[in-house]
C-alpha cells in the first residue's frame, strides 16, 4: 500500500501534470494488467489493522490472574502429597474459569469482525475504457474513480473533472458543514481543510459528481497517517484491572502471611510436620475466593451480553465496568451529539408577513438543486444537506415542492461557488420569468439594491443594508450557519440574474441535536459526570449547541479553539487547569484531542472519549475507554475503541454507564461475601491446629465447600438490578480499591461471627448432647462442615445494602434464592451418592445434630443483622 513518488504536490499542480506523474489515462484509465501490477507493489487499499488474538491466545490471557497461579501452586502441593482428588479439583476450577473468560472473548471478537464486514466500501473505477464497480480494497495508485452523490471516498486522489461537488468532510476534519470541490490547482502550504481539488478517503459525497486519479492508498492516505498516530497512543489498563491486580496481591501476601504463622505456631506446638504441611494446604486453599475469577468474569460477561441488547459492542469484559467509572466524557459533536442534518432554526424578513413567507418560500425551494424522494413510505435525502435543510422548512409550513417547481420550471442557474458564495436561479411562468437567490448574507446583500418591506418593494440604502449585516452576524455568534435570501421579479435570460436583486430575509440554519441527547445529558449531570464537547466546527456553533444541549449553563462561557492550545510538551500547569474547567473544544487537531485526554487522566480521571470521525481515534484508543460509533463510524474509530454503539445513539452511553455501575457495586458484593466466607474457614482451621482442636477440615472439604457457597450464591449477586439509587452517587473513585479499610473491617466481623457460630456449634453438640460420650473426631466434623456451609448460603443475604433486611435486592432476588436452593440440592445429592460421601468423608448425623447445624447458622445471620444496624458492619 501507499503511493507513487511525485515530483511536486498533487494539489499544487495542474491535474493534467498530476495524470501524466501517474502513468495514468482520464478518458480510459489504466488497463487491467497495470493494474495487478501496482497491486502487488503497492498492496491493498485498506488500512493496517490490529491482528486478532489467535484462539490459543485467548485461552491462554485466563491463565494471567495472581490467584490463578496462587492456585495452581496449592494444586501442585496437593499432588505431591498425592492427594490427587484435592489437586484435580483445583485444576478443573481453574479449567472451568478459563472456558467461560475464552468464550465470551471469543464472541466479542466475532461480533467486532461481523460489523467490520458490513462496513466494507465499494468503488467505481474507469478501466480498459470502462466503468465498473470494484471492492474499494482493489484500487491502486493511478486508478481513476468516478465519484457521484453517496459514494464514500475510497482513497486520497486529485479532483480533473468536477460538476457541484460536494464532500462531507466531518469524518476527518470535524467540520460538519460540506466542502464545494474544484479542478484548480493552489498553494504549497495550502493546509488540509483547505484543499478543495483533493478528495480524502473516509469522506462522503453530499452532492455533485467528478472524476479523480487516485494518487494515495492504504496506510499513505491522511486516514492512514492518522491510523499510524493511533498505533503509537499507548492503550492504558482499565481500573478494574488495576484494582483486581492489587487486591489479588494483597491477598496473597496475607494468605502467605496467616500459613507462615500457623505452620510455625503448629511446629512450636509439637505438631507433626506433614500434618502442619497439609494443613498449610487446607489454609491456603480456604484463603482463596476460588470463585473469584469466575463471578467476576461472569458478571461482566453477564454485562456485556445486557449491553448487546441494547446495540452496544463490548470488545473486552472489563470495559463495561471501567465505563462505570468514568466522570468525564469527551464527546464529539457532530453527529455524536447532533445528527448531521442541518435545519433552519429561525428566520427573519424585514416585512414579516405573508408574502415575505411566501417568498422565502420559493426561495428554499427553487435556488435549490437537493430532492426529497417519497419510496414505499419512506424519504430519500438527496443532495447538500443544508439545502436538504431548506426543502424541510418549506414542508414544515406546508409548502408544496413538487407543485412550485412545476409551476416555476428551471430555464438558467449560477451555481453556488466559493468565490461568489451564492447561488442563483431563473424560472419562468405564464406571464414572467423570476430569479431566486441565496447566499452568504455579507455578499448577497451588496447585490441587492431593494428590500421587501412591509409597504412593498423599497429602495436598500447603506444605512440599512448594514444594519442587516449587523443582524447577520448576530446570527452567527449565536451559533447559527447564516444564509441571506433575494429575488428578483420579472427578469430576463440576458440580465445578470445575481444583480439588483431585492433582499428577502436571513435563514438561520444549525446542525439540531440529535432528540434522545437532552435526557442523556441529563443523566450524566446527574450522576456526577462532566461531559466535554470536542469539535471541528466554529467555536460560536459548538457553543450554542452546548447551551441548548445543557453541557454548559452560563451563555458566559468561553469556547477554547484549537489555536490557542500548545502542544503538550510546552504546556503550563495554568493552562493545563484552563483546559480542565472548559466545556467546549473547537477547531481542535486529532493531537490536540489525544493532549487533552492526556491531561484529564493526570488529573486522576477517568476518560471515555466517543467519537466516530477519523480525528478521533488516536484520542478513543490513549481514553481509559474510548466508545466509537456502529453507523457512522470510521473503520479505524471501531478498531480503536473498547465499545462499538452500533446505533449511534448517545443515550446508549447512560446505559453503559448505569450497567457498569451496578456491575462494580456487585463486584464488590460478591468479593465481600467470598472473602468473608473463606476467611471464616480460614479462622476455623487456624483456630483447631493452634489449641490442637479434636476436629479439622480436610482440604477437600474445604474445596467443596467453597464451590458449593462460593459459585452459585455469587454468581447470583453478579446479576441483581443493584441499587436503585445508583445514578444518583457520585462516579467511582478510581484511587478506591475493590475492598476499602470500611469494608476490611466489615468482613472481619462477618468472618469471626461465621467462624465462631461454627465452632460452637461443634462445642455445643459435644457438651450439649454427647457430653457423656468421648470425643467422636468424625461427627465433630461433619457438624463444622454443614454449619458453615448452611451459615454461608444464608450469608448471601447479608449482602444487601444498608436498608431494611427484608426490603434489599437480595431478599426479593429470584437468582439469589435460586442460587440457595440449587447450592442445596447439590449438597443432598452428594450427601446420598456413597462414592462422593466417601470421599468427602461424611457420616450420619442425628436429627439434634442437623438442627444444632441450621440453628447455628441463622444465630449466625441475626449476629450480622444486628452488626449492620449497630454500624459494625457497613458495606
Known amino acids: 500500500m501507499g503511493s507513487i513518488k511525485l515530483n511536486s504536490i498533487p494539489y499544487s499542480v495542474g491535474p493534467e501534470e498530476v495524470i501524466a506523474a501517474l502513468q495514468s489515462d482520464g478518458k480510459s484509465g489504466l488497463s487491467s494488467s497495470e493494474v495487478d501490477k501496482r497491486l502487488k507493489e503497492y498492496g491493498a487499499n485498506k488500512i493496517e489493522e490490529k491482528k ?115 464532500i462531507d468532510e466531518s469524518a476527518l476534519t470535524g467540520e460538519s458543514v460540506p466542502v ?64 483486581l491486580e492489587d487486591f489479588s496481591k494483597k491477598l ?21 510436620l506433614l500434618e502442619m504441611l497439609q494443613t498449610s494446604i487446607a489454609l491456603a486453599v480456604a484463603a482463596i475466593p476460588e470463585g473469584l475469577p469466575i463471578v467476576a468474569t461472569m458478571a461482566l460477561a453477564q454485562g456485556m451480553m445486557k449491553m448487546a441488547k441494547y446495540k452496544v459492542i463490548v470488545k473486552k469484559l472489563s470495559a463495561v465496568e471501567t465505563l462505570g467509572g468514568t466522570n468525564v466524557i469527551c464527546t464529539d459533536k457532530t453527529g455524536t451529539l447532533t445528527q448531521n442534518k442541518i435545519e433552519v432554526n429561525t428566520i427573519i424578513t424585514p416585512a414579516n408577513n405573508p408574502e415575505a413567507l411566501e417568498i422565502s418560500n420559493q426561495i428554499a425551494v427553487l435556488c435549490n438543486t437537493a430532492e426529497l424522494q417519497k419510496k414505499t413510505g419512506a424519504v430519500k435525502e438527496i443532495g447538500d444537506p443544508l439545502e436538504i435543510g431548506l426543502l424541510k422548512f418549506a414542508l414544515k409550513n406546508k409548502f408544496n415542492i413538487k407543485k412550485c417547481r412545476s409551476q416555476f420550471p428551471k430555464i438558467k442557474e449560477e451555481p453556488f461557488s466559493s468565490e461568489t458564495r451564492i447561488m442563483a436561479t431563473l424560472h419562468k411562468s405564464e406571464k414572467k420569468q423570476t430569479a431566486y437567490a441565496k447566499g452568504a448574507s455579507e455578499e448577497l446583500l451588496i447585490r441587492c439594491n431593494r428590500i421587501l418591506n412591509a409597504d412593498g418593494i423599497t429602495k436598500l440604502n447603506t444605512k440599512k443594508r448594514n444594519e442587516w449585516m449587523q443582524k447577520a452576524e448576530e446570527l452567527a455568534n449565536s451559533g447559527l450557519r ?62 450554542n449547541i452546548a447551551l441548548e444541549l445543557g453541557i454548559a449553563s452560563n451563555d458566559n462561557f468561553k469556547a477554547m479553539v484549537g489555536k490557542e492550545m ?20 473547537a477547531r481542535v487537531s486529532p493531537k490536540q484531542k489525544l493532549d487533552l485526554v492526556t491531561v484529564l487522566q493526570e488529573r486522576k480521571n477517568i476518560v471515555g472519549m466517543t467519537g466516530d470521525g477519523v480525528n478521533d481515534a488516536p484520542a478513543l484508543k490513549k481514553a481509559d475507554i474510548g466508545i466509537a460509533m456502529g453507523l457512522r463510524g470510521t473503520q479505524v474509530s471501531q478498531e480503536v475503541a473498547d465499545m462499538v454503539l452500533k446505533d449511534d445513539s448517545f443515550s446508549s452511553i447512560v446505559i453503559a454507564i448505569r450497567q457498569g455501575r451496578v456491575i462494580f457495586e456487585n463486584i464488590r458484593k460478591f468479593v465481600i461475601y467470598l472473602l468473608s466466607c473463606n476467611l471464616s474457614e480460614l479462622l476455623v482451621i487456624a483456630t483447631a491446629a493452634v489449641f490442637s482442636l479434636h476436629f479439622q477440615l480436610f482440604p477437600i472439604q474445604i474445596l467443596f465447600i467453597n464451590l458449593i457457597t462460593d459459585v452459585l450464591p455469587a454468581l447470583a449477586l453478579g446479576v441483581t438490578k443493584g441499587s436503585a439509587d445508583i445514578m444518583q452517587r457520585p462516579p467511582l473513585n478510581i484511587g478506591e480499591p475493590i475492598i476499602d479499610r470500611k469494608r476490611w473491617t466489615t468482613i472481619f ?47 448471601v443475604l447479608n449482602m444487601g445494602s444498608n436498608t431494611s433486611f427484608f426490603k434489599s435486592e437480595e431478599i426479593k432476588s429470584k437468582y439469589i434464592w435460586g442460587a440457595i436452593i440449587l447450592s442445596l440440592i447439590i449438597l443432598i445429592g452428594f450427601y446420598n451418592i456413597e462414592p462422593m460421601r466417601k470421599v468427602l468423608s461424611l457420616y450420619d448425623m442425628s436429627i439434634n445434630d442437623w438442627l444444632i447445624s441450621i440453628g447455628a447458622s441463622i444465630v449466625s445471620l441475626i449476629i450480622i443483622q444486628i452488626g449492620k444496624k449497630l454500624k459494625i458492619a457497613q458495606q
Open 482 to 543: 447564516v444564509i441571506a435570501g433575494a429575488y428578483k421579479p420579472e427578469t430576463t435570460s440576458n440580465e445578470d440574474i445575481t444583480a439588483d436583486l431585492v433582499f428577502v430575509g436571513l435563514f438561520g440554519m444549525i446542525d439540531p441535536p440529535r432528540k434522545d441527547v437532552f435526557a442523556a445529558i441529563e443523566e450524566c449531570k446527574t450522576a456526577g459526570i462532566n461531559v466535554i464537547m470536542i469539535t471541528g466546527d466554529h467555536p460560536a456553533t459548538a457553543k
Open 749 to 795: 466481623f462477618y468472618s469471626i461471627v461465621i467462624g465462631a457460630t461454627s465452632v460452637g456449634a461443634v462445642l455445643f453438640s459435644h457438651y450439649a448432647i454427647h457430653k457423656t460420650e468421648a470425643w467422636n473426631s468424625e461427627l465433630c466434623n461433619n457438624i463444622l462442615f454443614f454449619t458453615l456451609i448452611f451459615s454461608q448460603l444464608l450469608h
Open 52 to 166: 486478532n488474538k489467535s484462539l490459543w491466545l485467548i485461552f491462554l490471557d485466563q491463565f494471567k490472574s495472581p490467584i490463578v497461579w496462587l492456585l495452581v501452586f496449592a494444586a501442585g502441593l496437593s499432588f505431591y502429597f498425592k492427594e490427587w482428588v484435592d489437586g484435580i479439583a483445583i485444576l478443573a476450577v481453574i479449567l472451568i474459569n478459563a472456558l467461560i473468560g475464552f468464550y465470551m472473548e471469543f464472541q466479542a471478537e466475532r461480533s467486532m469482525n461481523t460489523l467490520k464486514k458490513l462496513s466494507a466500501v465499494p468503488a467505481k473505477v474507469l478501466r480498459n475504457k470502462k466503468l465498473e464497480e470494484i471492492n474499494a480494497e482493489d484500487i491502486v495508485p493511478g486508478d481513476v474513480v468516478y465519484i457521484e452523490a453517496g459514494d464514500m471516498i475510497p482513497s486520497d486522489g486529485r479532483i480533473f473533472n468536477a460538476t457541484q461537488m460536494q
Open 566 to 585: 500548545n502542544d503538550y510538551e510546552h504546556l503550563k500547569e495554568k493552562e493545563k487547569s484552563n483546559w480542565l474547567d472548559t466545556k467546549v473544544f
Open 180 to 243: 464545494e470541490k474544484q479542478i484548480e490547482k493552489l498553494k504549497t502550504d495550502t493546509t488540509l481543510a483547505e484543499r478543495n481539488n483533493s478528495l480524502y478517503k473516509g469522506t462522503y459525497t453530499t452532492k455533485g459528481n467528478g472524476y479523480m486519479v487516485v494518487t494515495e492508498t492504504g496506510m499513505e492516505t491522511e486516514l492512514g497517517k492518522i491510523a499510524r498516530m493511533v498505533q503509537t497512543a499507548k492503550q492504558a489498563a482499565t481500573p478494574l484491572e488495576k484494582k
Open 252 to 272: 496473597i501476601w496475607i494468605t502467605v502471611g496467616l500459613v507462615i504463622v500457623i505452620f510455625v505456631a503448629g511446629l512450636l506446638n509439637g505438631q507433626n
